[in-house]
T-cell receptor, first 114, second 113 residues
Framework: DAGITQSPRHKVTETGTPVTLRCHQT?????MYWYRQDPGHGLRLIHY???????DKGEVSDGYSVSRSKTEDFLLTLESATSSQTSVYFC?????????????FGPGTRLTVL | QKEVEQDPGPLSVPEGAIVSLNCTYS??????FMWYRQYSRKGPELLMY????GNKEDGRFTAQVDKSSKYISLFIRDSQPSDSATYLC?????????????FGQGTILTVHP
């Protein structure tokens, strides 16, 4: 596996609480991504980063924010979790100049919002 | 209507069968076409990659792209139980959209001995 870790791997929380998921890479890749995966929807891009402090919105960014203060870390925050944000969250990385469309995925975080 | 449509299956086949997985898409800007494989409770991994139209073969796997029909396929020959996984098609326009992938819903494949 590419050097990508996600923490926590599992989390159960209550509606209205803030949640932060962490993605850490040791590959020094420039691009980092957060996806959510739900039955019937495949993977949907939430936010991505193309460098330290450079981020942009994806397809389903409402209710999520991100930060990237170091190359190796990309944080996803749910400011006030809702039950619709129950999902499996994947972090991915890629490097410009490699195969377009090749992303390396982390092991995922299973989040349940009660 | 989703930009990328993929039949979610599930698809169950006997060992040794030829498997055909398909996606259709609506965005004519897509130029890069990928197939990712995802084992249960794991992250996806890139299986096949094709640029523009044409065929690409890698062992038992063949990827086909028909841009005129906005249709892509993945064929698996002599399928094995180890091929049991979810297969996701993904597409990108490249250029200024570098890194932004649009995925299909994924097809769950089971190959039984």
């Amino acid at each position: 596996d590419a050097g990508i870790t996600q923490s926590p791997r599992h989390k159960v929380t209550e509606t209205g609480t803030p949640v932060t998921l962490r993605c850490h890479q040791t590959e020094n890749h420039r691009y980092m991504y957060w996806y959510r995966q739900d039955p019937g929807h495949g993977l949907r891009l939430i936010h991505y980063s193309y460098g330290v402090k450079d981020t942009d919105k994806g397809e389903v960014s409402d209710g999520y924010s991100v930060s990237r203060s170091k190359t190796e870390d990309f944080l996803l925050t749910l400011e006030s979790a809702t039950s619709s944000q129950t999902s499996v969250y994947f972090c991915a990385i890629s490097e410009f100049g490699q195969v377009v469309g090749e992303q390396f995925f982390g092991p995922g975080t299973r989040l349940t919002v009660l | 209507q989703k930009e990328v449509e993929q039949d979610p299956g599930p698809l169950s086949v006997p060992e040794g069968a030829i498997v055909s997985l398909n996606c259709t898409y609506s965005n004519s800007a897509f130029q890069y076409f990928m197939w990712y494989r995802q084992y249960s409770r794991k992250g996806p991994e890139l299986l096949m990659y094709t640029y523009s139209s044409g065929n690409k073969e890698d062992g038992r796997f063949t990827a086909q792209v028909d841009k005129s029909s906005k249709y892509i396929s993945l064929f698996i020959r002599d399928s094995q139980p180890s091929d049991s996984a979810t297969y996701l098609c993904a597409m990108s326009a490249g250029g200024t959209s570098y890194g932004k992938l649009t995925f299909g819903q994924g097809t769950i494949l089971t190959v039984h001995p």
